[in-house]
Nanobody, 122 residues
Framework: QVQLVESGGGLVQTGGSLRLSCAAAGRTFGDYAMAWFRQAPGKEREFVAAINWSGRFTDYADSVKGRFTISRDNAENMVYLQMNSLKPEDTAAYYC???????????????WGQGTQVTVSS
């Protein structure tokens, strides 16, 4: 069982940066792959980035490659999403998720946070 709490969202101008954090509670955090998804109003939840249990392997959506970086600190039970060169189309609620393996589909993750809003103004 893993409980997830996101933070770090906010309002930023185009081209700016934000760092999202996800605090995990649970003794087996290091066993889980972690991911970030996002959901804009009226749209389906979409994959953003994922990282395996060790942090050695990562995966990114094409739309964020080269701009976003996912990382984790297993000693602190934390996952991060560094977002640079933000665009208005990055505006969405961002969700942290935990699952058994890296996948790009939401159904592959059994544990979710409540989300944090990111708004990029043009």
């Amino acid at each position: 069982q893993v409980q997830l709490v996101e933070s770090g969202g906010g309002l930023v101008q185009t081209g700016g940066s934000l760092r999202l954090s996800c605090a995990a509670a649970g003794r087996t955090f290091g066993d889980y792959a972690m991911a970030w998804f996002r959901q804009a109003p009226g749209k389906e939840r979409e994959f953003v980035a994922a990282i395996n249990w060790s942090g050695r392997f990562t995966d990114y959506a094409d739309s964020v490659k080269g701009r976003f970086t996912i990382s984790r600190d297993n000693a602190e039970n934390m996952v991060y999403l560094q977002m640079n060169s933000l665009k208005p189309e990055d505006t969405a609620a961002y969700y942290c998720a935990a699952g058994r393996t890296i996948t790009t589909t939401p159904s592959g993750f059994g544990f979710w946070g409540q989300g944090t809003q990111v708004t990029v103004s043009s």
